[in-house]
């Protein structure tokens, strides 16, 4: 079946950009470019490892793809067209290279999930372009097959292990989450209000006490919900959700029924990435989702009709506008925030004034970006302009999970001696993350200073849990905490 020729060319921007994000992945790593995380040194294009690793491992089945099947497209080629043969034999080994160049850089990473998906989208890839070869060895060698699964099997709890932690957290994140996407099934919550209905949510969850000490161990405040399933259902809710779903399993059946398997392997790998991940964060993930797609969908189109190549045309304005819409909207955002971080200077130094006078400039442009907003509340309570900050404060809960939004807005209450309501935020930040110490210490420095407004045992209570809990990571703060809650209990 003769492949259109826009089918090809995404397929070839898609390895394209698989090359150059893998040239600059063996730059960073040996020292001739800088990485966009000063933690890590392998970042890609991206400013975190795991989303470039699932970016590798997306552009990798199309890799394969094209080299597995590049000897049969060659055999088939006439001999004397020298031409085509020449333009296969050259994507064909340049497909292999940058496979290579992948398969090299995936190890370092240490991305779990980006193995998986990579595992699953080559196994699909080969299986498909040798399946009768794979059924006949599977039917003469059953045993060796199940042993091979049990190994498998023992990898991955090894894999599990590896991070335990990390893994402990995200199945609390999507616990949290589907509570959350319960909660409005129909509307969600807004793609920029994620964080804040997760935090609201995983607050709830623990102030109702039926939780594990290992889910108040590994409860963080994160940014996404690290599973792009629950995060569209908790941005647009369930019925859109399954509109995406049924769109992209729609291209995926058309591309395998067109035995566009590498395309197919694309989505795959996207779609197994995407179950513990955020991929749906980065621009260029959302282009190449709909490269793939695009290229799906395509396959099935008669490209030897003019409508047919009218369609396929205008499928492919279409994803390059969207895509250039999403570069447009990204540099607006990074103008942004350059103008921004021009201004972080005089917070970081301590000039608050002049810095609340700067980020009020930039409020606009500036208004759902959690750290901004934030710094922007801080810096107002240092200041004690206590309502304002409030004010900017309650606006960061709606994009962020962070529970030191709710400590600052208390000690504003504390501050303006509404006590009661100084109260309410510190115990709901206790419940947000039950694990930290501080809102602990808070709660005890505001009894204290409240004297008669609470019994003693609240001030005991707080003074036990600074001194007994047992701290996620322990610090010289937390010390000086407690010796601090020390002096509170002689007196």
Not at 90 to 119: F, H, N, Q
Not at 184 to 206: H, L
Not at 214 to 225: D, F, K
Not at 337 to 349: F, Q
């Amino acid at each position: 079946m003769r492949t259109g020729i826009v089918v090809q060319i995404v397929i070839v921007c898609l390895i394209m950009i698989g090359g150059y994000e893998a040239i600059l992945g063996f730059r960073q790593l040996y020292g001739f470019s800088v990485s966009n995380h000063s933690l890590y040194a392998l970042t890609g294009s991206f400013y975190n490892p795991g989303p470039y690793m699932g970016y590798l491992a997306m552009v990798l089945p199309v890799c394969v793809y094209v080299y597995v099947s590049g000897c049969t497209q060659i055999l088939r080629c006439a001999q004397d067209d020298i031409i085509k043969r020449t333009s296969i034999n050259v994507l064909k080994y340049s497909a292999g290279i940058i496979g290579l160049m992948i398969l090299c850089l995936l190890p370092s990473g240490m991305s779990r999930s980006a193995w998986v998906a990579a595992i699953v989208s080559v196994g699909y890839v080969i299986a498909m372009q040798h399946r009768e070869k794979l059924s006949m060895f599977f039917r003469n060698h059953w045993k060796g097959v199940l042993t091979g699964g049990a190994v498998l099997a023992v990898l991955a709890c090894g894999a599990y292990h590896l991070k335990k932690d990390s893994a402990d957290g995200r199945l609390l994140m999507w616990k949290v989450a589907a509570r959350a996407v319960c909660e409005r099934p129909w509307t969600g919550y807004g793609w920029e209000s994620v964080a804040g209905a997760y935090g609201d949510a995983q607050e709830a969850y623990f102030a109702n006490g039926d939780y594990t000490a290992t889910e108040a161990h590994v409860a963080g405040s994160p940014e996404y919900v690290f599973n792009e399933y629950l995060q569209v259902a908790m941005a647009w809710g369930v019925p859109v959700l399954v509109i995406c779903l049924l769109v992209l399993v729609g291209g995926w059946c058309i591309a395998h029924h067109r035995k566009q398997y590498g395309l197919c392997g694309g989505l795959l790998s996207f779609g197994v990435f995407a179950f513990s991940s955020y991929p749906l964060q980065f621009p260029l993930f959302v282009f190449s989702l709909v490269l793939l797609w695009v290229g799906c969908i395509l396959s099935c189109l008669p490209h030897q009709k003019r409508w047919g190549r009218v369609t396929a045309v205008t499928l492919m304005l279409i994803a390059l506008m969207g895509g250039g819409w999403l570069y447009s909207y990204q540099q607006q955002k990074e103008e942004a925030k350059d103008k921004w971080e021009r201004c972080r200077v005089l917070y970081r130094s301590g000039a608050y004034s002049q810095a609340v006078e700067s980020y009020a400039e930039h409020y606009e442009g500036m208004k759902l970006d959690t750290r901004y907003l934030f710094e922007y509340g801080h810096a107002l309570h240092k200041l004690h302009r206590n309502e304002e900050s409030n004010i900017i404060l309650q606006e960061a809960l709606k994009v962020s999970s962070d529970p030191m939004i709710l400590n600052i807005i208390g000690k504003n209450f504390q501050e303006m001696q509404q006590y009661k309501e100084a109260e309410h935020w510190l115990i709901r930040s206790t419940h947000r993350l039950p694990g930290r110490v501080y809102p602990y210490y808070l709660l005890a420095k505001l009894y204290q200073e409240a004297g008669d407004c609470f019994p003693p045992e609240k001030l005991d209570w707080a003074v036990r849990m600074v001194l007994e809990m047992e701290p996620k990571v322990h610090s010289k703060a937390i010390e000086e905490m407690r010796e601090e809650v020390k002096g509170m209990l002689s007196q």
